[in-house]
């Protein structure tokens, strides 16, 4: 049994889904159909979800709503005519949303993720119909009946273990089930988004559950490349990585797969295969648990913006028992995560993801840091990017630290911080955000154009 996922730009249109319809009917393996929210069209298009954001955001503001649901709607009428349905699935849809206006305000963050969710949901039960009428039973899946069951809040939603059992019941049915990606809901019924990507962490959340001997994630590129094609130009396919690689490279910025989407399918060692819509026949990439690393050392190199520093710095700090921990309970405090903390004998740096914070947040942090714990120097610096090497084979490479060094050197561009886990699988350095495409195509004439590779 397969599971495949197919994402916005796979259900933007009705001429897509047909090629949804082509992929699926193609392979009888193919049970488990994992569907997105009508993605764009065009470039200058709007997604459906962006259209609910809109919607609910109203809703919440309590001004009239007619318009915004006037165009989600018209979006879905649009689909469902064009695949020759008839208007019952639309006025399901229509009414689906009405339902969900209606709900609970209290909690403004959970009232929009019900109404951002009706984008999968309601794109699940239309396709459903459509594969039904010529002639591919398949089921609308609902994911409370289904059982997949997330924690409460504050935490971010993630799937429950008695949830992978329940799921586990779909590799029995019949027909084929379509489900729709990025939610799920708590044992009390409250529903709940995965964070971005979510429809890809749902697809792996059921491949995981059913034991699947493939998970198709199919989307609008042939495979994983080794850099960003917007800033480097033709950069190698990668045709076969590992989960540690994908899930290092999805971190640091590969749009391709939201890196919590690797999890599942790593613990029930599923292989995971990037496939694309528009072009079924390319092989794309393979993502298994180990691979032949001998040929080339670093697989690819990402780069991600949107960092802080927190830098710190108190003369013997390295003698001080607790420092760090209480620095960190600090951030704690404020609901911050970190992504790196490099260090010396008398500073750390804490770099962290800069959505998380806000000028009231960075004033309490280096208050607290300096009369908490007696810092001489305390402050934030933003607009830092990540680039990071990745590759299995990196931890037998010799010299490969010098190499990036000198590629550095080659464009003048200054190291804030470098960061190697132990792991060895990556390279982290951070630079400043203006830096970063100078310095992605560098490193990937150092570490891929033949005339280069030592």
Do not use: W
Not at 64 to 72: C, E, F, Q
Not at 277 to 284: C, D, H, K, M, Q
Not at 356 to 370: C, F, G, N, T
Not at 402 to 428: C, K
């Amino acid at each position: 049994m397969k599971v495949s996922k197919f994402g916005g730009t796979s259900v933007a249109s009705a001429q897509q889904i047909k090629k949804v319809a082509a992929i699926v009917n193609a392979e009888p393996s193919r049970k488990i159909v994992v569907v997105s929210a009508p993605g764009k069209r065009f470039a200058g298009d709007v997604k459906v979800t962006d259209l609910l954001i809109n919607l609910s955001a109203a809703a919440l503001r309590d001004e009239p709503t007619d318009v915004a649901l006037a165009k989600v709607v018209e979006r879905y009428a649009q689909i469902t005519h064009e695949l020759g349905l008839d208007n019952k699935i639309t006025n399901v849809i229509e009414t689906d949303l009405l339902n969900r206006l209606q709900a609970d305000k209290s909690s403004p963050p959970l009232f929009a993720d019900l109404i951002k969710a009706s984008g999968e949901d309601n794109s699940a039960k239309l396709i459903a119909a459509y594969l039904t009428s010529i002639g591919m039973p398949a089921e609308y899946v609902n994911p409370f009946d289904a059982g997949l069951f997330v924690n409460d809040l504050p935490e971010r939603a993630q799937a429950l273990p008695e949830a992978y059992e329940r799921l586990a019941d779909l590799k029995n049915k019949k027909t084929i089930s379509v489900f729709p990606g990025f939610f799920g809901y708590t044992k009390g019924g409250t529903l709940r988004t995965f964070e971005r990507g979510g429809s890809d962490i749902t697809g792996s959340i059921l491949a995981a559950a059913v034991k699947a001997e493939l998970y198709e994630n199919f989307t609008d590129v042939d495979c994983v490349f080794a850099a960003n094609p917007q800033v480097v130009e033709n950069p190698a396919a990668i045709e076969q990585m590992t989960y540690r690689e994908m899930r290092e490279l999805s971190y640091a910025g590969f749009a391709v797969l939201h890196d919590e989407a690797l999890m599942p399918v790593f613990k029930a060692a599923v292989p995971l295969c990037i496939r694309n819509t528009n072009n079924p026949s390319a092989p794309g990439t393979m993502i298994v648990a180990e691979r032949d690393h001998s040929l080339r050392p670093v697989t690819g190199i990402s780069a991600d913006s949107g960092f802080s520093t927190l830098y710190v710095s108190k003369y013997l700090m390295n003698r001080e028992i607790g420092f760090g921990r209480k620095l960190l309970q600090i951030l704690e405090d404020e609901s911050i995560s970190y992504e790196h903390i490099p260090s010396g004998i008398d500073n750390l740096s804490v770099i962290l993801r800069s959505h998380q914070l806000s000028s009231d947040k960075e004033q309490r942090i280096i208050d607290r840091v300096k009369s908490e714990l007696n810092a001489d120097d305390v402050h934030i610096r933003s607009d830092f990017s990540m680039i990071v090497l990745v590759g299995e084979g990196m931890n037998n490479q010799k010299g490969l630290t010098a190499r990036a060094a000198n590629a550095f050197a080659r464009t003048g561009v200054n190291i804030e911080m470098i960061n190697q886990g132990s792991s060895e699988v990556s390279l982290v350095f951070g630079i400043l955000k203006e830096d970063e495409q100078k310095i992605l195509n560098e490193l990937y004439k150092e570490f891929f154009e033949p005339a280069l590779v030592h």
